[in-house]
């Protein structure tokens, strides 16, 4: 079983459970949407029954299969959409098919199981390359069936913004598209494919897919990455930049100096923003405000925003970017909202003490977050960015570097045994990254999150890669396989998989951690750091 649970028993003997069997209790509908293969009918009883036990926390669960059927205790809707998840993967690999079969064996079993961490996350970059509605109703059914519980979408960088705004609508009109893009890679001369590339999200697709999370126990993490990372807005709203002059969408990878304007007017314009995305998603207790790789260069050279900074009395450019961002975590608050920042915004200083930090430049920084208060959520380049390729080969399709393996992800600990009991209750959670300059196609996605991810739902669920993992694995891949997750084989690609070559040596990933690490000890560190 994958995560594995906290407590697993094998009892002697089995159950055969009947499609159209009977579901009783006060959270049989959770069961239902987790197990559609038998089409569970709601009844005063039968062989599965479903009941809250207030003693468990909210996502805690006992599952016992026995003579009698399915007993079920939950402390509350997720607990009991879990428990469905732990009996499917009871079932035969088959029940991940929609086969029609009759009825399935069930083990008779003890479990008994919660969560480690409350933040079990997926970051999507949709931003570099745009995924369709359908593929993040995908994701979300894929990390249901792993228990990971955060779904953090990257909607805007200077390659493009993907969300509508009826309030400013030349962001979905004009920002939303690019006329080609970069093929070289790394470091190379640019080269395009000369394709166009686009796509956004309506509000009502928003409201669909955080209705669809909701259900399935996930919470979408929007993502509007400020002040940096800005070409793709001011291709359509030049006025909120910091020069006035426009942009276009970018084309190649990397950073552009394009950078929001701090003053008020941008203030207002990325209030309405957030009004318009949580008005769509419903209940949104998290958005991500980005913070990262900012080149604050063009504010520095403004005389109206140098006057701004001096009339709110602040020294430097550094201390305007925290208080620009704390402005909008305010904002957020105002609006039932957490802001959550990558670690420049921290080491900038100047955050609300609620903001989330995400320390995406190592594990080090993050214990400085945790030191000073905040819930921190681990996501460290290794081995959580899955852009990375997962062994130095030219077998891999092309990746940003190498390597990051699955061994690599289930040995990851995201409250380090060294750190203070203090700074271990900081780390709420852990999430890996998926950014996409990359990863074309939503087949790509599938190589490049799987089976990574699996391992990552074993951290993320019981702290740690528990004994056995990687046997564990090598069954639980008959289930991706009935699913259709077109996942990288533990062997090494399908020759099909392979696609443009990857160049391995070229940016080796512990490398890249020694370098980015150096840089959080920097206050001024918001330039691009890789």
């Known amino acids: ?140 059914d894929l990390m249901a069936v792993h228990k990971l519980n955060r779904l953090h979408l990257h909607l805007v960088d200077d390659q493009g913004w993907r969300v509508e705004s009826r309030a400013y609508p030349l962001l979905h009109e004009v920002s939303s598209h690019r006329p080609r893009t970069a093929t070289n890679f790394y470091r190379e001369p640019e080269a395009y494919d000369e394709i166009p590339h686009g796509g956004y999200y309506t509000l009502d697709d928003l409201a669909e897919i955080g209705a669809y999370a909701r259900a399935r126990c996930v919470t979408i993490v929007p993502e509007i990455d400020v002040p940096g990372h800005a070409s793709a807005i001011l291709a359509a709203y030049p006025a909120f930049g910091a020069t006035g002059e426009r942009h276009d969408v970018l084309e190649r990878w990397g950073i552009s100096p394009a950078i929001l304007s701090p003053l008020p007017p941008t203030v207002e314009f990325l209030t309405t923003i957030f009004d318009e995305l949580i008005g769509a998603l419903g209940e949104t207790p998290y958005v991500h405000i980005g913070g ?60 609300r003490q609620d903001t989330v930090v995400m320390p995406w430049r190592g594990m080090g920084v993050g214990r400085r977050a945790a030191a000073a208060g905040h819930d921190v959520v681990a996501t460290p380049v290794f081995p959580l960015y899955f852009d990375y390729a997962e062994s130095a080969s030219a077998d891999e399709p092309m990746a940003i570097g190498d390597a990051i393996t699955v061994e690599d992800v289930a040995a990851f600990r995201p409250a380090p045994e060294d750190w203070t009991e203090e700074e271990r209750a900081r780390v709420v959670g852990v999430q890996a990254q998926l950014w996409t300059e990359r990863v074309p196609d939503p087949r790509t996605v599938d190589y490049r999150l799987w089976p990574r991810a ?47 070559p990857h160049r391995p040596g070229r940016v080796p990933v512990r490398v890249v951690m020694e370098r980015i690490d150096a840089m959080t000890h920097d206050a001024e560190s918001t330039r691009p750091s890789v």
């Open 1 to 140: 079983m994958i995560p594995r649970p906290q407590l697993l028993s094998d009892l002697s003997g089995s159950y055969e459970l009947t499609s159209g069997a009977t579901v009783s209790g006060d959270l049989l509908d959770a069961v239902r949407l987790a197990l559609p293969v038998l089409d569970l009918r709601p009844g005063d009883s039968g062989e599965i029954d479903v009941r809250r036990d207030p003693a468990l926390g909210e996502e805690a669960y006992r599952l016992t299969v026995g003579s009698r059927g399915v007993e079920i205790a939950a402390g509350g809707r997720a607990g009991a959409f879990y428990a469905a998840q732990s009996l499917h993967q009871l079932l035969p690999d088959e029940s991940y098919r929609t086969s029609g079969q009759a009825s399935w064996p069930v083990p008779w079993v003890r479990v008994e199981d919660g969560p480690r961490f409350g933040w079990r996350g997926l970051h999507l970059d949709v931003a570099r390359h745009f995924f369709p509605k359908r593929e993040i109703l995908r994701l979300v």
């Open 454 to 500: 699996c391992a990552l739902a074993e951290v993320a669920w019981s702290g740690t890669g528990a004994d056995g993992f990687m046997g564990r694995l090598e069954e639980h891949l008959g289930r991706l396989d009935a699913i259709g997750v077109e996942y990288r084989p533990l062997a090494g690609p399908h020759p099909w998989q392979r696609r443009r």
């Open 292 to 351: 990262d790789e900012v080149v604050l260069d063009h504010w520095a050279g403004s005389a109206e925003i140098t006057a701004y900074r001096d009339s709110l009395g602040l020294a430097t450019a550094n201390d305007l970017q925290a208080w620009f961002l704390r402005r909008l975590a305010d904002a957020l608050a105002e609006r039932g909202a957490r802001a959550v920042v990558w670690d420049e915004a921290f080491v900038s200083g100047g955050l």
